[in-house]
T-cell receptor
Framework: ETGVTQTPRHLVMGMTNKKSLKCEQH?????MYWYKQSAKKPLELMFV???????ENNSVPSRFSPECPNSSHLFLHLHTLQPEDSALYLC?????????????FGQGTRLTVV | GQQVMQIPQYQHVQEGEDFTTYCNSS?????IQWYKQRPGGHPVFLIQ?????EVKKQKRLTFQFGEAKKNSSLHITATQTTDVGTYFC??????????FGQGTILTVHP
């Protein structure tokens, strides 16, 4: 238990479906992240939210839409995905302040697009 | 923007051999962190280095932070099969932002 909970753990969706990934952190952190990790590939940063404001968007296709309604929750809305979007999606949180603290990752959502 | 590069991307070793992964930042860092991700798992924090030239050890793992605070390394002595996984470095800024390297995937052959 890392204090960061992601749901669902596994998701299979068709290319025309709309689904959402949820992340919740119970650590009081002020920054949350979405990462994509494809098979045998390193982490790719997708979005960073600090104090509920998106501070980074690494050229992610518009079929991925993040939402951060408060500092504890982060969503990733998915629509009209492609098979190459199949991957492990990891959420993380950390405390952005004058001192850096470690990032805590959720268990991830294993997404398969069919 | 800040970039953190990590090499090599993949490393295959025989059990008992040593392993090193290197991390380089385009900017001076406030600190460097290292994470390990086991196959099928999620990244887990290993250690944080803050001081210029700092060296820390955890059993067979040795972590170094460069004098200029722009590079770091992780060295594993006498690898074991339990060491398999992906090792990530993450550079931290003074205001707390973390930038992860691409990671090194370590395979240990028995």
């Amino acid at each position: 238990e890392t204090g960061v909970t992601q749901t669902p753990r596994h998701l299979v969706m068709g290319m025309t479906n709309k689904k959402s990934l949820k992340c919740e952190q119970h650590l009081g952190h002020n920054a949350m992240y979405w990462y994509k990790q494809s098979a045998k590939k390193p982490l790719e940063l997708m979005f960073v939210y600090s104090l509920e404001e998106r501070v980074e968007n690494n050229s992610v296709p518009s079929r991925f839409s993040p939402e951060c309604p408060n500092s504890s929750h982060l969503f990733l809305h998915l629509h009209t995905l492609q098979p190459e979007d199949s991957a492990l999606y990891l959420c993380a949180s950390s405390q952005m302040s004058t001192g850096v603290t470690e990032a805590f990752f959720g268990q991830g959502t294993r997404l398969t697009v069919v | 923007g800040q970039q953190v590069m990590q090499i090599p991307q993949y490393q295959h070793v025989q059990e008992g051999e040593d392993f090193t992964t290197y991390c380089n930042s385009s900017t001076t860092l406030s600190n460097i962190q290292w994470y390990k991700q086991r196959p099928g798992g999620h990244p887990v924090f290993l250690i944080q280095l803050v001081k210029s030239g700092e060296v820390k050890k955890q059993k067979r793992l040795t972590f170094q932070f460069g004098e200029a605070k722009k590079n770091s390394s992780l060295h594993i002595t006498a690898t074991q099969t339990t060491d398999v996984g992906t090792y990530f470095c993450a550079g931290g800024t003074s205001y707390g932002k973390l930038t992860f390297g691409q990671g090194t995937i370590l395979t240990v052959h028995p």
